[in-house]
């Protein structure tokens, strides 16, 4: 909030703050060494011939609650949170020491909460916050940032019965408005910066009190990729 | 041009121009009436039941080089272009009459040269061109847009070999900051507002002269979601 100040774009009320899921691992205490780690048989068998640690491989099972896909050291795992990503968000950029890996946040909606609390009470606006991470894709190259914890807002905004200029009634149509807000965010912050906070000013959020992360993760029902 | 001179932010050079598909493919005579088409009996079977016409699911089959996913009348495939997406990325909204339908640009890239070409010559600068699309995602409620078209910078940029600042070597980061942008330009243009293009400024693009979105079409040996 003081370096905010400092550059001349102070918090203000209504704005979104986007804070990167490393930063918050890292005030958290979710980052470890590799050396309290003990490889199981099944993640050093994953690991053979890959660049990466046995050690590293076993947290990210032990992250996990179902793999969906594993394929020459790559593995692409359903998080205990319910998200579908890499590693299960595990890595080791950004952090100091070769041998330390940081993992998510136990519970990234708690962690957005707490820091728009903190604000509120520092600074005395309401904020939107949201935690980002960097995940891949199926079918598309390159990662995007993509929202892991909301607090203060709706995360998805549904047209559903709203009609388009020409009459036409809209169906189907949500907008993931947090992932688009993330990506957003990602390109303020970049990788190497050391940037780990991006504001996002002027855009109208829906406000709401209890929002959580539970409207981004498709139901398994509707999920065609399970 | 005129549009956002009139608003007070004009086309200037190094901004990124985030036209939607809509328009491009309306522009190009992309949009036509289903009863120029005959369903056949595959998509008269698909759409048993569901709310589309077979005549609209046709099309989809006809814009489609591979059915990826076919389940109660959604279907997600692989465009001629290598997009992978719902029904082709053909709909009906934002665009007059009932029984009209949208079809995909034949060529976003070039549509996106095109217009570059056009605001060089008209205004004698430099820009980046992306046409963006609003797809779903497996594992993840609501759409967000994409990039479908790119001219004048580099799509999908990579960290590969780079070190961040504790010196840990990046080994795999790649970041699609077309659809970061693409995204960050749907949170002006929303679904309703009419709104067909978006500037984004101040973001420091890789210029490239022959960009092309196959940097974003994801090899398909590299692919475990086929």
């Known amino acids: 909030m003081d370096a ?32 309290e780690v003990e490889a199981s048989p099944l993640a050093i068998a994953i690991t053979e011939g890959h660049r990466r640690d046995p050690r590293h491989t076993e947290m990210i099972l032990r992250e996990s609650r179902r793999v969906v896909r594993m394929d020459r050291g790559v593995i ?5 949170h319910g998200y579908i990503c890499a590693n299960a968000g595990i890595d080791a950029s950004n952090i100091p020491g070769s041998d330390t890996i940081c993992l998510l946040p ?12 903190s604000i509120r009470q520092r600074l005395g606006v309401d904020v ?25 807002f709706n995360p998805v905004i549904s047209y559903i019965g709203e009609f388009d ?4 009634e809209l169906h189907t149509t949500t907008i993931a408005v947090a992932d688009e807000i ?37 139901d398994p029902d509707k999920d065609l990729f399970r």
């Open 182 to 218: 993330a990506a957003t965010a990602e390109l303020v912050t970049g990788k190497l910066l050391g940037v780990p906070v991006a504001l996002v000013k002027g855009y109208p959020y829906e406000p709401m009190e209890d929002a959580d992360s539970h409207a981004i993760v498709r």
């Open 76 to 80: 692409i795992s359903e998080t205990y």
């Open 4 to 35: 905010a100040a400092a550059q001349g774009t102070p918090v203000e009320a209504g704005d979104v703050v986007v804070v990167t899921q490393k930063i918050v691992s890292k005030a958290e205490g979710r980052v470890m060494a590799i050396d």
């Open 165 to 168: 200029p020409h009459g036409n």
């Open 106 to 117: 136990v519970d990234p909606d708690a962690s957005a909460r707490g820091i728009r609390d």
């Open 128 to 152: 939107a916050v949201l935690v980002s991470d960097t995940f891949g894709r199926p079918w598309r190259n390159g990662a995007v940032n993509v929202s892991i914890g909301v607090a203060g």
